[in-house]
Antibody
Framework: EVQLVESGGVVVQPGGSLRLSCAAS????????MHWVRQAPGKGLEWVSL????????YYADSVKGRFTISRDNSKNSLYLQMNSLRTEDTALYYC????????????WGQGTLVTVSS | QTVVTQEPSLTVSPGGTVTLTCASS?????????PNWFQQKPGQAPRALIY???NKHSWTPARFSGSLLGGKAALTLSGVQPEDEAEYYC???????????FGTGTKVTVL
């Protein structure tokens, strides 16, 4: 059974930093692209970032480029999101999601971890 | 900034059919945008329904189908069930910058 479990969400002040983690199990982690997606309270989904199977390619939404860094440790079956220079508008539930072998597909999602940026 | 637009809300009767669409501000949506569709119920994580325009996941009920319609990606629900009441999101791939963009979401009410 595929499982994705996010952690690391807390309350942080504007300008602060945070690292989110996603622990993956039930599939061969290093075969798949992984994504971070966020959802602000009461709002829609926003794609945040993607990392290739080997970590060699990373892509970001314009809203987080230069502030967030996606990474992975395939030896630990883990995905990370380093978030710097946090803004109040970064407040959201952050999901990790698994890509598919078929290009462009996204199949499994975690339950999310809540990040609140507030003074 | 690229915007992906969906109908804000649609209402359908039980057993009826409804089609949701997904339009890109950059022009016609084609298979090269690899449209995905997701269902999200209140308090739950999104659940994948469709990938690459029309392919279903193993868990996707047969009444859900994906297509391209008039320059947009489309999700059709046939024989709607009360449990289909949810928010639905499309996701498009923009190859030039390797970006993904979610649609604005459609709230489907079964009434």
């Amino acid at each position: 059974e595929v499982q994705l479990v996010e952690s690391g969400g807390v309350v942080v002040q504007p300008g602060g930093s945070l690292r989110l983690s996603c622990a993956a199990s039930g599939f061969t982690f290093d075969d798949y692209t992984m994504h971070w997606v966020r959802q602000a309270p009461g709002k829609g989904l926003e794609w945040v970032s993607l990392i290739s199977w080997d970590g060699g390619s990373t892509y970001y939404a314009d809203s987080v480029k230069g502030r967030f860094t996606i990474s992975r440790d395939n030896s630990k079956n883990s995905l990370y999101l380093q978030m710097n220079s946090l803004r109040t508008e970064d407040t959201a539930l952050y999901y990790c999601a698994k890509g598919m072998i078929t290009f462009g597909g996204v199949d499994y999602w975690g339950q999310g971890t809540l990040v609140t940026v507030s003074s | 900034q690229t915007v992906v637009t969906q109908e804000p809300s649609l209402t359908v009767s039980p057993g009826g059919t409804v089609t949701l669409t997904c339009a890109s501000s950059t022009g016609a949506v084609t298979s090269g945008y690899y449209p995905n569709w997701f269902q999200q119920k209140p308090g739950q994580a999104p659940r994948a329904l469709i990938y690459s325009t029309s392919n279903k996941h193993s868990w996707t009920p047969a009444r859900f189908s994906g297509s391209l319609l008039g320059g947009k990606a489309a999700l059709t629900l046939s024989g709607v069930q009360p449990e289909d009441e949810a928010e639905y999101y499309c996701l498009l791939y923009y190859g030039g910058a390797q970006l993904r963009v979610f649609g604005t979401g459609t709230k489907v009410t079964v009434l």
